[in-house]
């Protein structure tokens, strides 16, 4: 195997053993090799990905700088502190993996790599990131999840061709406007940091499908959020401290995912009704002690998550969510269930644990796709005898 891909390579051989032997590593044609070997892709003579992951590289050999044609590194969960200048010198490269490093500093070099497409850098510890990063002109993928940065060059923000940028995890206070020259972004997560609001120009990326706000201190959302009619994937706004919504959010009629969970919600805006795409609604853990009747509107939505709230009574209109499969309702103030549960036709999991329920309708034996019912921590006066009929049925029932 060692001698054919020595002779793939007829240019780069002894580029290769010189690196084999720097690293002490074994050498694998298969690019998800294990630790301690190199993975690598030929093709027409040149060596255009190389894997080297969770090798224990502490030192990048500058032999990989030979490799005129890489268009793939991959160098992540090793243990690297620096890369060296050189770097730049892989003018092919396009993807160049980093993470699980323990990185502090990029060179200013960086930004020579004028073919990169996608970089890599999660889960290392980055303080602060080189002006020139601002040159990666071709960029289309930042990730930079879980590093120590607490601010940002303002040259990240010409970085216009960005489709997805990762920035969750660090001790952000803030997002400058010029945010919004990111028009091209599809992607955005900005989770897990100290963000107390968003600037109105987060309204302008009008390409995005998929925002994480999560885990910030966020108090309040602007109005021009209401502007990004292409949110369809995800909006995660859980675990901030948000007690209303603004009224624009209504035009997001693509909207597929809604994640309000660990706020602080009194009550759910009737806007949210107007939702009509969405197929995943969790509120658990916020202040509702009811829901607004026109949640009814919400003819898609497949799963709904309402655990943890002080609720003490469901709209009779609850049962006109036909598509509902999926009812948490754990730990809630509720001790009856509407009549017009039967309706849920599709519904296959309904978990009521710790609910101060005496007794239990027996609408919940007419639910003809039931497979899960979870009663632990329910009081129940008597167990109702059609129990046994929904477990001879096949439906599991947690007691």
Known sequence: MMNTIYDLLPDEENVLKNFLSDTGLELSSNLNAGEGQIGVVIKDGHMTELAARRCGLKVLSSFIRHFSALQTLDLSGNQLDTIPPWISELKALRTLYLDGNQLV???????????????????????????????????????????????????????????????????????PAELANLHELRELYIHSNNLIELPDSVGDLGHLHTLDIGHNQLISLPDSIGRLTNLSRYLYVSHNALHTLPDRIRALKRLTYLNLSHNQFYELPSTISELGSLKELRLYNNRLS???????????????????????????????????????????????????????????????????????????AELPQLQKLDLRWVRLRKQPEWLHDLQERGCTVYQ
């Open 290 to 364: 009811t829901l607004p009747p026109a949640i009814s509107h919400l003819n898609q939505l497949v799963e709904l998550h309402l655990s943890n709230n002080p609720l003490t009574t469901l709209p009779d209109s609850f049962g006109e969510l036909r598509a509902l499969q999926v009812l948490d309702l754990r730990n809630t103030a509720l001790t009856t269930l509407p009549s017009t549960i039967q309706m849920l036709q599709n519904l296959t999991h309904l978990d009521l644990r710790g609910n101060n329920f005496s007794v239990l309708p027996p609408a919940l």
């Open 105 to 175: 500093t990029l060179p200013d070099s960086i930004g020579g790599l004028e073919a990169l497409e996608a970089l890599h850098l999660d889960h290392n510890q980055l303080k602060s990131l080189p002006d020139q990063i601002g040159f990666l002109r071709t960029l289309r993928q930042l990730y930079l999840h879980n590093n120590q940065l607490n601010h940002l060059p303002p040259s990240l923000w010409s970085l216009t061709n960005l489709r997805l940028l990762s920035i969750g995890d660090n001790p952000l206070l803030n997002m």
